[in-house]
Each structure stands twice: as structure tokens, then as C-alpha cells.
């Protein structure tokens, strides 16, 4: 079972690289299972981004909550930041 302090911290600033750390994070602990990753990325959310992404949290889908709702944040934060996609994709 995961812990919170054992996670990395949410770095808004950088979500792609957060979620690549997440990611390695999730290898190296084998965990695979959607359910539990979705359950470990709502523990490590700050309330600014709970905040942004309320319908996901409260109604995850199903069979992949945890691939929709890492989407979202990309998609939501990566424009809402100004980041923009030219600027992420180069």
C-alpha cells in the first residue's frame, strides 16, 4: 500500500514531468491497478487543482479513472497555465 509522503509532491509548475515521475514512481512499486493509481493521485492534489478537476474526482469513470483524469489535468492545466501546446510540444 502506498502512502502520501512516499509519492512525489504535485509540481504545478511542470505537470508533464510530475506525471512522468508519477509514473516512474507506479513502475518501480508495480503497481498497475487504475483504481489505485486514481486513488494515489487524488491523495497527492493540491486544492487547486481538486478544484479544476471536482467532476472527475467526485464521478470517476470507469474502466480507466485514473488514465481520464491524469488526461484532464494535462489537458486542463497545460492551457490554463498558458503553456499552451506549441510551447509543451517543442
Not at 40 to 67: A, E, F, G, H, W
Request: charged content about 25%.
Amino acid at each position: 500500500m502506498t502512502t502520501k509522503s512516499q509519492l512525489p509532491e504535485y509540481d504545478r509548475s511542470n505537470p508533464e514531468l510530475w506525471f512522468a515521475q508519477l509514473e516512474h514512481y507506479f513502475t518501480t512499486h508495480n503497481i498497475k491497478s487504475e483504481r489505485i493509481r486514481y486513488r494515489d493521485l487524488c491523495s497527492v492534489l493540491p486544492p487547486s487543482v481538486t478544484k479544476k478537476s471536482r467532476d472527475l474526482i467526485l464521478n470517476p469513470s470507469t474502466p480507466q479513472p485514473y488514465t481520464i483524469l491524469r488526461r484532464e489535468i494535462m489537458n486542463r492545466f497545460l492551457l490554463s497555465d498558458g503553456q499552451g501546446c506549441s510551447e509543451e510540444k517543442h
